[in-house]
């Protein structure tokens, strides 16, 4: 005896929509496995931070800046050595309140050397500079921010890359190494420079996972993270017409 052949049946419109909705949100989940599954080096981490610097916080703050229990760069408002004690520190009758940076283990500032002296500054990066791999901007030594001269019981004006930007939201290029291999970084700074003090807030900062790939200033994310986070929410995510 034969079966009765079946009509396929007529889905309603309403329900191919929803048939097509569910199966680009599962398509769309799919890609986000795929991105948690690609190497965890293929992104910007970005840390946001509120870090006083200077007194009565932090004399010497030292910065981790891919939180691997390794100190990268430091920043202090008093001398750290005696190369340091002679741009910022105390000479003869001047004293010189200072907030200087510096990497830590070979690791570098983008900043730059002027003067009799060869004193390195710190560049004030703006927001989206690209910091990358040019040997003439990045240094391994200490830098200056910011610096005020003060003797006999008064002070002057501050000085220094940071001073003459008012210190507001201005980065610090930063070239790191981790295990050989060569990063990219920033950190965004406040700087508060009255005189006698020289203070600065530490407000966040971010490095790029893979090697030598550049960064800009103020970077939080990459542009492929955008991407699959935008193609991990679904079809949610989708404009609809």
């Excluded at 080096?41 to 931070?49: F, G, I, N, Q």
């Excluded at 390794?70 to 190369?83: C, E, G, P, Q």
């Excluded at 008012?166 to 070239?175: F, I, M, S, T, V």
Aim: one cysteine or more; hydrophobic letters at 35%.
């Amino acid at each position: 005896m034969k079966r009765p052949v079946r009509a396929p049946s007529q889905l309603s419109e309403s329900m191919h929509k929803r048939l097509s909705a569910y199966a680009l949100a599962a398509s769309a989940a799919g890609v986000g496995v795929l991105a948690l599954a690609q190497p965890a080096e293929a992104r910007v981490v970005y840390t946001p931070a509120h870090v006083k610097i200077g007194y009565p916080d932090f004399k010497v703050y030292r910065l981790d800046i891919n939180h691997d229990g390794i100190t990268d760069f430091l920043f202090s408002t008093r001398a750290m050595n005696t190369y340091q004690l002679n741009v910022c520190g105390p000479t003869r009758s001047e004293s010189r309140p200072c907030l200087s940076t510096k990497g830590n283990h070979f690791n570098e500032i983008w900043g730059y050397k002027t003067g009799r002296f060869s004193k390195g500054f710190a560049s004030a990066l703006r927001q989206g500079a690209r910091i990358a791999g040019d040997p003439k901007h990045f240094l391994s030594q200490n830098f200056i921010m910011a610096s005020v001269t003060c003797g006999e019981g008064s002070c002057g004006t501050a000085r220094g890359p940071w001073a003459k930007a008012n210190g507001n939201n201005r980065y610090l290029g930063l070239k790191f190494v981790v295990k050989g291999k060569v990063h990219y970084g920033w950190a965004r700074v406040n700087v508060v420079a009255p005189p006698p003090d020289t203070r600065a807030i530490l407000t966040g900062y971010a490095y790029e996972t893979i090697p030598n790939k550049p960064i800009k200033a103020g970077q939080t994310h990459s542009e492929d993270q955008a991407t699959l986070g935008r193609l991990a929410q679904g079809a949610s995510g989708v404009r609809q017409k």
